[in-house]
């Protein structure tokens, strides 16, 4: 079952996240050059895993770029899975 909840921009610490009680998923990132942002690292709890939590971060993420006119740099290997795996993202992703 896909996970909905919400995910949360935390623009003071550079990630997107997402809390379940008192666990944090994130998905890190780094602002560049103005018009980048660099996805470098996914991290969801052990227990939480397989949910498609990671990927509901990794979407929000690219979503959050496109909107934004930017291009995305899948440095996070599960980052770069998720776009190979959902290529309607290419348009917004860059080589690391």
Not at 58 to 69: F, G, I, P, S
Request: glycine share 6%; hydrophobic share 30%; proline share 6%.
């Amino acid at each position: 079952m896909p996970n909905t909840e919400t995910v949360v921009n935390n623009q003071e610490k550079n990630r997107f996240e997402i809390t379940h009680g008192s666990q944090l998923s994130k998905l890190e990132y780094r602002m560049k050059d103005g018009d980048l942002i660099d996805l470098v690292h996914t991290e969801v709890p052990e227990d939480l895993s397989g949910q498609g939590i990671g990927g509901n971060l990794v979407k929000t993420a690219l979503q959050y770029a496109r909107d934004n006119d930017l291009k995305a740099i899948p440095s996070c290997p599960f980052v770069a899975s998720y776009v190979e795996r959902h290529p309607e993202w290419e348009d917004v992703t860059v080589e690391p």
